[in-house]
C-alpha cells in the first residue's frame, strides 16, 4: 500500500464496530495498519470481533445514547490506548413504518442514537482534537439524507441532521486541521439491511432494479472509503458526503 494511504500509528474509534459496516471499517483500517477501537452494547459480538481482528483491536462495551458518560469513554480510551485521531460515528439504528404510525417516543429514539449521540461523542473527540491540532471525524449517513425514501422519517431526518452537522463542523474546525466527512452508503449487505428487507420481500428486487451497479455492496465497499477519507491522502478533504452506492445517487 503507498503510505500516502496508511494509517500506521493511528487510532480510530469506530461506533457500533462489532458487526456490520463498524466491523468491517475496522477490518479496513487494520489492514491500512492503524489500531482501532470498537463499541457496542453488547460484549459477546465485541470480544468476537477483537478475537477475529487480531493485537491491534481493542473493545470497550458502551452505549452511545448514555450521552453522560461519552466523555468519560474519551478520556478512558486516550489514557490506557492513546489519543484518538480518527472518530468514526457508525453506531446507527433503523425502524420501517408509515410516518403517520411513528410515535413520539419511536421518533426520538431513533433521533437520539443516530443524531444527538454523534453530536455528544463528536463534541468529546473534537475538542481534544482541536487542542492537538489534528483529526478526523468521519459520519455514517445514508442515501435516506437525501432522497425520498418511504417509512424512514426518523431515519432521514437523522441521517440529514448528520449531513448538516458536517456542514457546520467543517466551517468551525478546519483551521484547526481537523477534518469532518461522511459516506452515504447504499443498500450494503448487513443485518440492518436485511431487517428492512425483510418485511417487503418486493423491496429486494426493487432496490436492485435501482442500483446501477446491479449488485448489494459490501460493508468492505465503505470500509475503504473510511480508509481513504481518514488517510494522509484525503488531508485535503473535508465537509464532504462521499456515497458509496453502486450509483443509487444518480437519483433515486
Ligand atoms: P448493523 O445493525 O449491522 O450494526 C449496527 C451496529 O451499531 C451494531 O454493531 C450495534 O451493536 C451498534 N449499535 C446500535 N445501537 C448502538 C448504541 N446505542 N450504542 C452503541 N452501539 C450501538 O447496521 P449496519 O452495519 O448496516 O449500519 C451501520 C451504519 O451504517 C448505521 O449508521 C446505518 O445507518 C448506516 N447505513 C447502513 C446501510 C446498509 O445498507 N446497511 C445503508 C446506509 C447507512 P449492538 O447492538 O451490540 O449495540
Redesign the pocket.
Known sequence: MNPIFSLEGKIALI??????????IAKCMIAAGGTVV?????ET??QEAVTELGEKAHYVV?????LSQLEALVEQIETTIGPIDVLV??????MKKPALEVSDEDFQRIIH??LS?VFSLTRACAKRMVARQSGSILM?????AYYGIDRVVA?GA??SGVEGMVQVLTSEFSKFNVRVNA???????????K??MSSDPDRMNKALDRTPMGY??K?ED?GWAAVYLSSEAAKYVTGVSLPV?GGNSIGF
Open positions: 461506533t457500533g464496530g462489532g458487526s456490520g459496516i463498524g466491523n468491517a470498537i463499541t457496542g452494547r453488547r459480538p465485541l458502551n452505549d452511545v445514547t448514555d460515528n457508525n453506531a446507527g439504528i433503523n442514537t443516530n449521540a455514517i449517513s445514508s442515501m435516506a431515519y437523522s441521517k459516506i452515504a452508503p447504499g443498500f450494503i449487505e448487513t443485518a440492518m439491511m431487517t428492512a448489494f455492496g460493508p465503505i452506492d
